[in-house]
């Protein structure tokens, strides 16, 4: 059984820093691309950031680029967001999901974990 589990959402001000971590198990950790995502209150789910299964290769959304990092640590089965100078419009609930495809905007992700949190107040 694939389960994807996310954690270290929060209250944070803006301009504050978050990491989110999530937890994957049920796969072979090293095979998959890790993606992030993001749904906002009444909005559609949005790309954020994917990793390569080697780490060695990202992409980014325009919206987050320069001010979040993802990474990945496959000894552990666990992919990171650190998320810097953080806007209220960057309050949603974030995904983490796990594909066997590679591609600029996270296409392909098989499985996915129910989220966590991030509230950004101004």
């Known amino acids: 059984q694939v389960q994807l589990v996310e954690s270290g959402g929060g209250l944070v001000q803006a301009g504050g820093s978050l990491r989110l971590s999530c937890a994957a198990s049920?796969?072979?950790?090293?095979?998959?691309?890790m993606g992030w995502f993001r749904q906002a209150p009444g909005k559609e789910r949005e790309f954020v950031a994917v990793i390569k299964w080697s780490g060695g290769s990202t992409y980014y959304a325009d919206s987050v680029k320069g001010r979040f990092t993802i990474s990945r640590d496959n000894a552990k089965n666990t992919v990171y967001l650190q998320m810097n100078d953080l806007k209220p419009e960057d309050t949603a609930v974030y995904h983490c999901a796990a594909g066997l495809q590679f591609d600029n905007r996270g296409g392909g992700m098989s499985y996915w974990g129910k989220g966590t949190l991030v509230t950004v107040s101004s």
């Open positions: 049920g796969i072979t950790f090293g095979n998959y691309a």
